[in-house]
């Protein structure tokens, strides 16, 4: 049975930071690139932030670079989001996304349960 656990969430004040976790279990951790991706209410979920499997390669989306980084540790099957500099517009869900690439048009995907980030004052 594969798990995606996230921790770490709660509420911060804007301009604080928070670090999310998410442990994996179930699958091969190091053949699966990593993702965390938000949802904040009313929309839709938006990837945030993306790892490759050796943690070679990152990507941010524009609004958060410089601000969050992604990592990952595949001894203890987990993956981080260390997030600076909250800003109210990242009150959301975090989701935590494990894809393994079966074939150019079919992709072995899982999700977290999510865990609530809330940015105010």
């Known amino acids: 049975q594969v798990q995606l656990v996230e921790s770490g969430g709660g509420s911060v004040q804007p301009g604080g930071f928070l670090t999310l976790s998410c442990t994996v279990s179930?699958?091969?951790?190091?053949?699966?690139?990593m993702s965390w991706y938000r949802q904040a209410p009313g929309k839709e979920r938006d990837l945030v932030a993306s790892i490759s499997t050796d943690a070679g390669t990152t990507n941010y989306v524009e609004s958060v670079k410089g601000r969050f980084t992604i990592s990952r540790d595949n001894a203890k099957n987990a993956i981080y989001l260390h997030m600076a500099g909250l800003k109210r517009e990242g009150t959301a869900v975090y989701y935590c996304?494990?894809?393994?690439?079966?074939?150019?048009?079919?992709?072995?995907?899982?999700w977290g349960q999510g865990t609530q980030v809330t940015v105010s004052s």
């Open positions: 179930g699958l091969t951790f190091n053949w699966y690139d």
């Open positions: 996304n494990a894809r393994f690439a079966l074939s150019i048009w079919t992709s072995d995907i899982y």
